[in-house]
């Protein structure tokens, strides 16, 4: 099993700052990474795949990088809207997720 | 546009069988893959598995000898069934599509409770 590993657990953003969240494979995943963001009671949303290609309809604010084993998600600068959990998930095996990084407001 | 919604039972006994429907809507259930995913209150998200729409199936190894999916193309639903549930087994359960059968999940339902009680 692959473990990914996100952080910080909590990130706090003040409104039109940039956010950086990170995320950790315990052994590489290629580009076979993907970046959802789910928000109180909904179901995650699909992001990024293959590490940096943004999903249909996400907003170019959003961007994804790296390879291997060390993944980064920005949002370039928040919206209001973007204040949720985001979880990373790899799919170079079967799939697994991490834990989440929430990002509140400063 | 796609849609996925979980439908089935919201309480169920410990040692029983979890059973849950996906119907798909807004789109074609052939040639996708489609899976089920699952989130404990509070915590992070758990594959379950996944299945082809010719039946195909590939689950988690960690729940594969209490999981059985199963695909209805005629009514353009998927099932999920967890036999020998116990309160670790309560979350929210989602349905996803799985658009390209690598393992990435887009959309998903809106997910539905289950709990684990007597």
């Known amino acids: 099993e692959t473990v990914m590993t996100q952080s910080p657990a909590t990130l706090s953003v003040s409104p039109g700052e940039r956010a950086t969240l990170s995320c950790r494979a315990s052994?590489?995943?290629?580009?076979?990474l993907a970046w959802y963001q789910q928000k109180p009671g909904q179901a995650p949303r699909l992001l990024i795949y293959?590490?940096?290609t943004r999903a249909t309809g996400i907003p170019a604010r959003f961007s994804g990088s790296g390879s291997g084993t060390e993944f980064t998600l920005t949002i370039s600068s928040l919206q209001s809207e973007d204040f949720a959990v985001y979880y990373c998930q790899q799919y170079n095996d079967w799939p697994t997720f991490g834990q989440g990084t929430k990002v509140e407001i400063k | 546009q796609v849609q996925l919604q979980e439908s089935g039972p919201g309480l169920v006994k410990p040692s029983e069988t979890l059973s849950l429907i996906c119907t798909v809507s807004?789109?074609?259930?052939?040639?996708?893959?489609w899976s089920w995913i699952r989130q404990p209150a509070g915590k992070g998200l758990e594959w379950i598995g996944r299945i082809y729409f010719t039946g195909s199936t590939y689950y988690n190894a960690s729940l594969k000898s209490r999981v059985t999916m199963t695909v209805d193309t005629s009514k353009t639903q998927f099932s999920l069934k967890l036999s020998s549930v116990t309160a670790a087994d309560t979350a929210v359960y989602y349905c996803?599509?799985?658009?390209?059968?690598?393992?990435?999940?887009?959309?998903w339902g809106q997910g539905t409770l289950v709990t684990v009680s007597s």
């Open positions: 293959g590490a940096s």
């Open positions: 052994q590489s995943v290629s580009i076979n």
């Open positions: 996803a599509r799985d658009p390209d059968g690598i393992n990435r999940f887009d959309p």
């Open positions: 807004g789109g074609s259930i052939n040639n996708y893959y």
